[in-house]
């Protein structure tokens, strides 16, 4: 078994050790959710930026949330062995960190269908994080991205995973 759980086995792959999309046909629908998180580190002076909304492309928490939510809405179009689904709700937040210092990312997808949603909710903060990188970088490009991973997962035939 590995770390989540989960059957040592990689199921993106055919017999034949060739990738192919896994076929999640026969799967029942069922209610599903995924909530990854991560953070942007940077400099006390560009938190402090953003925080008090000064920086210069504008509201650095509100753009990358929103982009956070594109994200994972175009999972399928970024990631190619993704099946494309039917989002029913995201949430992104961004909390700033002094003691980061920087910007912690959660995001939180669901969906209900036949495979679970942690590739969405894994590039909702990756998009989030990417996007407040962009936006800062003019003053901070020592900025650094990272924790990103998975802290829930519920719903289908593995059930729940929760991260230690």
Known sequence: ????????????????????????SAK??????????GW???RPETLALIVEGTASKGDVLGVARLAG???????ADLIPLCHP???????????????LP??????????SGKTG??????????TAALTVYDMTKAV????????????LKDGGKSGRFEAP
């Open 140 to 151: 901070d490009r020592a900025m650094e991205i990272g924790g990103i991973h998975v802290t």
């Open 102 to 111: 920087g910007v912690r990312i959660a995001a939180t997808v669901k969906t």
């Open 28 to 37: 029942p629908d069922t209610d599903r959710v995924a909530t990854a998180t």
């Open 1 to 24: 078994m590995s770390a989540g759980g989960s059957p040592d086995k990689l199921t993106h792959f055919d017999a034949s050790g060739q990738a192919h999309m896994v076929d999640v």
């Open 69 to 75: 939510i594109m994200g994972a809405k175009r999972t």
């Open 85 to 99: 689904l039917p989002v029913t709700k995201v949430t992104v937040d961004l909390e700033p960190d002094d003691a």
């Open 40 to 42: 942007v580190k940077m």
């Open 117 to 126: 949603v942690e590739m969405e909710a894994l590039t909702a903060v990756s």
